[in-house]
């Protein structure tokens, strides 16, 4: 394990790296050492066929990327960094999205590329990524709920296919249906119907909007009366002085 001291050290070199480099691509000792890591761990990670154990390598290598993820969103102003955007998606793969917003806020920001490997916008890579992996969390989570309503927003009017979008959405009234928040989930499944009729939600609306009508019938009509069908008793108004 790092010391503190080598822990310093690395989020100093990796932030004056990312002052350094402005807008051009990242480069320098931090950087490059970095980059090898990553080359390193990408060929273990490759070598290996079950998901399940991918996952639990990829907990197991995260922890020594924080330092350098730290010092760039630190100093950093917007340049190219493959070594963040791989991390940003890794981060994703484990379930920890929280952790994948805050290097998703800066890569957004600035507009960083993913790579042409991924063959898709940052802001479809955080969307489709996130949404696949809610769908298969704990929907009760509260914070999931607030990642993935920071993530519509973070995205809002960026271009994407629709299915990506479709599937947020549908994340989304999953969420909102765990927490017992029947109209917002109905409204969410709704929009993910609109935007892809086949992403598996028709049943959901049906039996939601059932659920909220007879909800709706049985909740007793508000009591305006005071007592018994009487009306409130009030004191006399003083009498005006002359």
Excluded: C
Aim: hydrophobic share 35%; proline share 4%.
């Amino acid at each position: 394990m790092a010391s503190s001291i080598r822990k310093h050290y690395e989020r100093v070199t990796a932030a004056k790296a990312a002052g350094d480099a402005g807008q051009a691509p990242m480069h320098g000792e931090a950087f490059e050492l970095m980059q090898a890591q990553l080359f390193e761990d990408y060929r273990r990670l490759k070598s290996i066929q079950s998901v399940e154990r991918k996952i639990e390598v990829k907990r197991e290598i995260l922890p020594n990327y924080v330092e350098y993820v730290d010092g760039v969103l630190e100093a950093g102003q917007g340049a190219q960094d493959e070594v963040l955007m791989r991390v940003m998606l890794w981060r994703i793969d484990i379930g920890d999205i929280e952790g994948a917003l805050s290097i998703a806020r800066y890569a957004i920001q600035h507009d960083l590329d993913p790579g042409e490997q991924f063959q898709r916008s940052t802001a479809a890579i955080l969307v489709e990524e996130s949404a696949d992996q809610a769908l298969a969390l704990a929907e009760d989570d509260d914070s999931l709920l607030d990642a993935l309503r920071e993530i519509d927003t973070l995205t809002d009017g960026a271009d994407m296919h629709d299915q990506i979008r479709a599937k947020l959405h549908k994340a989304l009234g999953n969420s909102h249906r765990a927490h017992g928040d029947v109209p917002e989930a109905i409204a969410e499944y709704q929009r993910a119907y609109e935007l892809n009729d086949r992403i598996g939600v028709k049943r959901d609306i049906e039996k939601l909007e059932r659920d909220l009508k007879k909800q709706n019938q049985t909740e007793p009509e508000p009591d305006t009366k005071s007592g018994n069908g009487q009306q409130p008793i009030t004191s006399p108004a003083p009498e005006a002085k002359s």
